[in-house]
């Protein structure tokens, strides 16, 4: 890209930005726009839905939650939720700043969720996959032993079935609030990947924003083929540790999806609105 062709179309986002401020200048109502993290822009709340909670301007990804994910990716009603049952408990007691029951009873009203992943059997334009959605709105996404013992269930259930795999994560690592429980998740669910990959069965990970600690770790990052979502943030430890840690400055896109892709850590890049078309292309290749 040329210098004025980088002038150009930054000259062009800054007319779309102004269009769209202007637009949201005549609403009387607050609750129906927001304010773009990252470009500044003011949207329409309507507009960013319409457009998959995406951008127009800028085309950042806004993180979206398991249902949301559900509604874009899988067919239409195709989606049948399973091991919904299982669900946390207190088994140390824990008490930080406040009891963890009570953590747990703000998530569960905060999201309507019990856990922080979503299970069970889906459709991708016609091709079935057992399937596990995480949401960072319950609890940062952390893996507690209820998300292992799910993601570990629906792995055993496409072995049942002979189904390909796909888990999308969004998490911030493991839950502190269950100790050592949480951290046995990580060897629990990398045997069922293992497993998986026994039974010659395809597994795939998409990575969105944002995508650390223990997750990354384990079951995160063993798949067949790995798929990132545009934009979104994947790694083990945060920016801000690693940077106190060899006390140097790192580079501005470090972490992103697109930094990963460039050094191998990830297969595939996919924007929001391609991500369905980019999955159902991988299963298809794979079908026996």
């Known amino acids: 890209m040329t210098v004025q062709d980088w002038f150009e179309k930054r000259k062009e986002a800054q007319i779309q930005r102004r269009a769209l401020e202007a637009k949201a200048e005549v609403v009387e109502n607050p ?26 301007v800028c085309d950042y990804h806004f993180r979206i939650n398991a249902r949301t994910r559900i509604a874009q990716l899988f067919d239409e ?22 009891p963890y029951k009570d953590r747990l009873a703000k998530a569960l009203e905060k ?81 069922a990947t293992s497993r998986l990959d026994d039974e010659k069965l395809l597994y795939i990970n998409l990575l969105t924003e944002p995508t650390f600690g223990g997750v990354t770790a384990s079951f995160g990052t063993l798949g067949d083929i790995i798929v990132a979502e545009q934009g979104a943030r994947i790694g083990f430890a945060g920016r801000r540790v690693i940077e106190q840690t060899i006390r140097q400055k790192l580079p501005s896109d470090f972490q992103t999806a697109e930094y990963l892709l460039k050094y191998g850590q990830v297969d595939v890049v996919s924007a929001r609105k391609d991500l369905r078309k980019t999955l159902a292309n991988i299963l298809s290749m794979h079908e026996v």
């Open 31 to 56: 609750d129906l726009w927001t304010k773009c993290v990252h470009c500044d822009a003011q949207l329409l709340k309507s507009d960013i839905e319409e457009n998959m909670m995406v951008c127009p």
């Open 111 to 191: 999201t309507g969720l019990d856990e922080a992943v979503i299970t069970g059997l889906a459709t991708i334009e016609g091709h079935k996959v057992a399937t596990a959605i995480m949401d960072f709105d319950f609890m940062g996404g952390s893996m507690g032993s209820v998300v292992g013992e799910k993601v570990t269930r629906i792995m055993e259930k496409a072995i049942e079935l002979k189904l390909p795999v796909l888990v999308i994560t969004s998490s911030g690592g493991a839950r502190m609030q269950e100790s050592a429980l949480s951290l046995m998740q990580m060897a629990k669910t990398s045997c």
């Open 77 to 98: 009603n195709s989606f049948e939720e399973m091991f919904s049952n299982i669900r946390p408990t207190d088994p140390l007691d824990f008490v930080d700043t406040e």
